[in-house]
């Protein structure tokens, strides 16, 4: 859905021209958006680092 939104250009640092609150708000959403997806891919390599910790706990006992 965001993907679909084409923000119309402009600088932070112009102050001559600065964004409209619709730009800052699209701005906003793209980022947490963009930190929502990073947040997931990283929840997702951990949840894979700990299943295979429990798994090798587990062989580990097993062979005691």
Do not use: C
Not at 48 to 59: C, E, G, P, V, Y
Request: proline share 3%; net charge negative.
């Amino acid at each position: 859905m965001l993907n679909a939104i084409k923000p119309a250009g402009f600088d932070l640092n112009d102050i001559q021209h600065e964004p409209t609150d619709e730009q800052l708000g699209t701005l906003m959403e793209l980022v947490a958006a963009e930190a929502r997806k990073r947040a997931e891919m990283v929840r997702q390599e951990l949840m894979a680092r700990l299943r295979q910790d429990i798994i090798a706990a587990n062989l580990a006992q097993v062979r005691l």
